[in-house]
């Protein structure tokens, strides 16, 4: 299993993070990503990914935090150049339910972060709420380059999730679709090509059933795995090696 997000540099993670690696490596975890929402998140990343060989990192800035720093695109680039541990750009993209960043930087932000992850040829992690248009329209506008979209923590719908397949993009199911409330999401994540979906903790937020109300870590992944086992009527050593396949070629395929 690949937990392909979670913020191990968020506490009670980092405090925790070697014994968290070992439950995650005891419960079948392979590779970890942990994923960048601020400058100094990063430089708690770059930490975090020496600590053992299944961690990898990404840079970028959360839509949430746009308000406070940006980066341009030449910083993105050569701050993942930088570490060959950091395979990814983001997280990044849109945010207009808090809306804690004006909508102008917002999109300004998540182009830069696009333009660089294109550049560098790496996948750019995208988390968009309440703004599925535009998230769409923007991605779309790259659709001839050789752009690499994962939806984080895909709550989208399944009208979005059409168009995005068409931009060959890769879609990560959360703990979420373990909820009794998700019927919805759960009948979009069986309509997405099971070659297109990764899965994810984004612990220590939502736990999966039946671990809610605990702080998330990457070990709950199984948990996710299974659900989409049901969900797609595959059998889970299956679901598990076609989603770590997803992840491999996603993330390790063809990257400067």
């Known amino acids: 299993m ?3 997000h979670c913020h191990l540099d968020i506490e009670p993670l980092f405090s925790n993070v070697e014994d968290i690696i070992k439950r995650s490596k005891i419960s079948g975890v392979e590779k970890i990503l942990t994923i960048c ?3 100094k998140s ?3 990343i770059l930490k975090i990914v020496q600590i053992d060989p299944i961690i990898f990192g990404t840079y970028g ?3 949430h935090e746009v308000k406070n720093e940006t980066y341009e695109k030449i ?3 050569n701050k993942v150049r930088s570490n060959n541990k950091i395979i990814g750009v983001g997280e990044s993209g849109l945010d207009f339910y808090y809306e804690n960043s004006e909508k102008k930087t917002q999109i300004s932000s998540f182009i830069n972060h696009i333009e660089s992850s294109i550049e560098l040829n790496i996948p750019i992690i995208v988390h968009s709420r309440n703004a599925e248009e535009d998230t769409f329209n923007i991605l779309n506008e790259f659709k001839n380059t050789n752009i690499k979209i994962l939806m984080h923590c895909y709550t989208g719908s399944l009208n979005l999730a059409k168009k ?3 931009l060959n993009t890769f879609f990560s199911a959360s703990g979420i679709i373990t909820f009794k409330n998700s019927i919805d999401l759960q009948e979009t994540f069986k309509q997405i090509d099971i070659n297109r979906i990764l899965i994810e903790t984004d612990s220590p937020f939502l736990a999966p059933v039946p671990m809610r109300g605990k702080k998330n870590e990457p ?3 199984k948990y996710t795995l299974n659900k989409l086992s049901d969900i797609h009527k595959i059998d889970n050593e299956l679901v598990d090696k076609i989603t770590s396949n997803n992840f491999n ?3 390790f395929s063809n990257a400067n």
Do not use: A, C, Q, V
Request: no cysteine; proline share 4%; hydrophobic share 45%.
């Open 37 to 39: 929402t601020t400058k």
């Open 61 to 63: 800035i959360h839509p």
């Open 249 to 251: 070629n996603l993330f």
């Open 219 to 221: 070990s709950f992944i």
């Open 2 to 4: 690949i937990d392909s």
């Open 75 to 77: 910083e993105i680039i």
């Open 164 to 166: 995005l397949m068409k």
């Open 42 to 44: 990063f430089e708690t």
